[in-house]
T-cell receptor, first 116, second 115 residues
C-alpha cells in the first residue's frame, strides 16, 4: 500500500484564490511527521510546512496551512491568496516513528498551475 | 551559509562507467540522505547516514554505494552505471531536534543521464 497518496496529478487555480492540495497517509506508528515541499521548475526542493502527529493545532506558515485530520489520516495543504509564483510541483511527505532519523517517504506530487 | 552543496549539477555517463556524486553540508547536521527523483515521481530514498560513521540502505539501494567521509560530507557512488539510473539525485541533511521545526535541507540536485 502507498504510504503517501496524492490523488490530484494537476490542479488549477486563479490568482488570489485559495487552493487545497490533498494528501492522505498510511502508518501504524503513533509518532510521525508530515511535510510539504515545493519544487519549482528550477528543480530545488523548498520546505513549506511541518506537522507533528502530536501537534493539536494545525501548522501555519504565512500563506500556507496544513489541514491535519488525524482520524482520516489526511494532511492537506491550503495555500491562501495564490500567486503566480506558486506554480510548481508540490510534494507531501511523511516521517514514521521517533527513531527513523528523518527518513521521508514522498508522494508522487501535484502540479499546481496558477492562472492570472 | 551555503547549506547543502552537491556536485556536479549535470553529468552524462555511458553504460558501465562509474562516478561519484559529492555532497557537503555546513550546518553541522548529523543526518544526511541521498534521494533520487524519476520523471513525474516523488523522491525515493537510496541511502542515509544517521550520524558520522554509519550508513544504511533506503528504499532503492541497488547499484549504489555511499561513504560518510566525515560529518560534513556524504558521497554516492555508481560503480557501473545503468540506463535505469538516469535520474535527478538529491542530497539532504536534517536539522537536529531542538533547533527548530523538523526539516530536511536539500541540495540543488544532480541531473544524471546514463546512455
Amino acid at each position: 500500500a502507498q504510504k503517501i497518496t496524492q490523488t490530484q496529478p494537476g490542479m488549477f487555480v486563479q490568482e488570489k484564490e485559495a487552493v487545497t492540495l490533498d494528501c492522505t497517509y498510511d502508518t501504524s506508528d503513533q509518532s510521525y511527521g508530515l511535510f510539504w515541499y515545493k519544487q519549482p521548475s528550477s528543480g530545488e526542493m523548498i520546505f513549506l510546512i511541518y506537522q507533528g502527529s502530536y501537534d493539536e493545532q494545525n501548522a501555519t506558515e504565512g500563506r500556507y496551512s496544513l489541514n491535519f485530520q488525524k482520524a482520516r489520516k489526511s494532511a492537506n495543504l491550503v495555500i491562501s491568496a495564490s500567486q503566480l509564483g506558486d506554480s510548481a510541483m508540490y510534494f507531501c511527505a511523511m516521517r514514521e516513528g521517533r527513531t527513523s532519523y528523518g527518513k521521508l517517504t514522498f508522494g508522487q506530487g501535484t502540479i499546481l498551475t496558477v492562472h492570472p | 551559509n551555503a547549506g547543502v552543496t552537491q556536485t556536479p549539477k549535470f553529468q552524462v555517463l555511458k553504460t558501465g562507467q562509474s562516478m561519484t556524486l559529492q555532497c557537503a553540508q555546513d550546518m553541522n547536521h548529523n543526518s544526511m540522505y541521498w534521494y533520487r527523483q524519476d520523471p513525474g515521481m516523488g523522491l525515493r530514498l537510496i541511502y542515509y547516514s544517521a550520524s558520522e560513521g554509519t550508513t544504511d540502505k533506503g528504499e532503492v539501494p541497488n547499484g549504489y554505494n555511499v561513504s560518510r567521509l566525515n560529518k560534513r560530507e556524504f558521497s554516492l557512488r555508481l560503480e557501473s552505471a545503468a540506463p535505469s539510473q538516469t535520474s535527478v539525485y538529491f542530497c539532504a541533511s536534517k536539522r537536529p531536534l531542538g533547533q527548530g521545526p523538523e526539516k530536511l535541507f536539500f541540495g540543488s540536485g544532480t541531473q544524471l543521464s546514463v546512455l
